[in-house]
C-alpha cells in the first residue's frame, strides 16, 4: 500500500507545491567521431601509456612502421607528464578518407599531430599515414 502524504497525495510531506521534480537522466552521449577516437589512441602510443603493438591492427600500409619510428624517439613521452589534446580538426577529401590534424601539449611544448584514416572494405577504420611535428618519419635530423 502507498502511504499517502497530506491530502491524500503521494507526494512527500515535506513538499508544498505541485509541480513535480525535474528529470535529471542524462542524455546518452553519441559515441565520438573516429577522428577523435584515433587522435587519443594514437596519443596514448606516443606518449608511452600503451605499447605500440596495442595500435598495430588500427594501422596499414607504412603507418605502423611510421608510429614505431615515433615511438621509439619519444617525443610525446619526456619528463612523465601526460599530453593533453587542446584541438582536433580534420578534412574530407573523400567519403571514408579523412587528414586529420590535431594540437597536442606535452609539458610547456605544443605539438603537431597529423594523420590520414581511412575507411577499409571490412568497415574499419584504419590510420595510413602518421606524422608529428611536421617531419616526416625517418627524416634525418
Known amino acids: 500500500m502507498t502511504r ?9 510531506p515535506s ?4 509541480r513535480r521534480p525535474a528529470d535529471r537522466r542524462v542524455p ?7 577522428t577523435e ?6 596519443l596514448l602510443v606516443l606518449s608511452g601509456h600503451r605499447p605500440p603493438h596495442w595500435f598495430a591492427r588500427h594501422a596499414a600500409d607504412q603507418a605502423y612502421d611510421d608510429l614505431l619510428w615515433l615511438v621509439a624517439r619519444r617525443p610525446l613521452g619526456t619528463g612523465g607528464l601526460r599530453p593533453t589534446i587542446h584541438r582536433i580538426g ?3 577529401p573523400s567519403t571514408g578518407t579523412y587528414e586529420v590534424f590535431a594540437r597536442i601539449t606535452s609539458g610547456p611544448r605544443l605539438h603537431a ?8 572494405h571490412d568497415d574499419r577504420w584504419r590510420v595510413t599515414a602518421v ?11
Do not use: V
Not at 499517502?4 to 512527500?12: A, H, I, K, L, Q
Not at 546518452?28 to 573516429?34: D, G, I, L, R, V
Not at 611535428?133 to 634525418?140: F, K, L
Open 131 to 141: 606524422e608529428l611535428d611536421g617531419r616526416p618519419p625517418r627524416e634525418s635530423g
Open 4 to 12: 499517502r502524504g497530506p491530502r491524500g497525495t503521494t507526494r512527500p
Open 15 to 18: 513538499r508544498r507545491d505541485s
Open 113 to 120: 599531430l597529423a594523420f590520414r584514416l581511412h575507411l577499409s
Open 37 to 42: 577516437l584515433f587522435t587519443q589512441r594514437l
Open 28 to 34: 546518452p552521449q553519441a559515441p565520438p567521431h573516429p
Open 90 to 92: 580534420h578534412f574530407e
